[in-house]
């Protein structure tokens, strides 16, 4: 997924009320950016760190700029915009780029299933369908391990528990992270942050949902899918 508009680098002064940053630009002025990630940023909103901002010139949207990356400065990135990792997922999966997935031939996205829920993609073939829920990971607290949730997430221990019942129903269903950062080489669950999302996963996995963790590449240009991790559970 290539930005629509090219990043310009920023300096980090705060993140407030989940959704809003203010950034330095390096001619000095000071702007709000916004910020598409209602997780707790650990580790990724300290002052002073180097950010990616795109900037946009639609006169719809309050905001000029939204917070994309975090530049670590030792040639690493890591993806902040909780959308990405749809995007970047839909365009592997329409060229068919994880051949661990079920065959399939349809690719939809945003279907209702479940209590009120949306799958983030549902895959039709000649077989049953295949659900898949996306997450993005972005917190490490050991060096080349990443971790999720960086928060409590009921959310994400209701779609573990639908993605279940999507199993007991007949179908497929892929619980798939994707580690948008450049400096990890494994996954792991974060169950001292939310031990209820870590016991749900245990019970889909013992179930059949098939649990997959996948890289990124990552620069000022583009983000896009990388290989597979190991994903430690």
């Excluded at 990890?184 to 649990?211: E, N, P, Q």
């Amino acid at each position: 997924m290539r930005f629509a508009t090219p990043l310009v680098p920023a300096r980090l002064i705060r993140r407030y009320k989940r959704f809003l940053a203010d950034v330095r630009l390096d001619d000095g002025s000071e702007v709000t950016a916004h910020c598409a990630n209602p997780g707790s940023m650990m580790g990724l909103a300290d002052p002073d760190m180097k950010v990616w901002l795109e900037p946009n010139d639609d006169p719809k949207k309050k905001l000029k700029y939204g917070w994309r990356l975090v530049d670590h400065e030792n040639g690493h990135f890591t993806g902040v915009d909780t959308s990405v990792p749809n995007k970047a997922l839909k365009a592997a999966l329409l060229a068919h780029e994880i051949p661990s997935l079920p065959t399939y031939s349809m690719v939809r996205s945003e279907v209702k299933y479940g209590e009120n829920s949306r799958i983030d993609f549902l895959l039709s073939g000649d077989g049953p369908d295949t659900y898949v829920e996306i997450k993005s990971v972005t917190l490490s607290r050991e060096e080349g391990v990443a971790e999720f949730p960086d928060s409590v997430t009921a959310r994400g221990t209701k779609h573990l528990v639908e993605l279940e019942k999507m199993v007991s129903d007949g179908h497929h269903a892929v619980m798939f992270y994707l580690v948008q950062r450049t400096d990890c080489t494994s996954m792991r669950l974060a169950a001292d942050i939310d031990l209820a999302y870590a016991d749900a996963f245990a019970s889909a996995k013992a179930s059949g949902v098939v649990a997959m963790a996948h890289a990124c590449h990552i620069n000022p240009a583009e983000i896009t899918l990388g290989p597979p991790l190991t994903l430690e559970v």
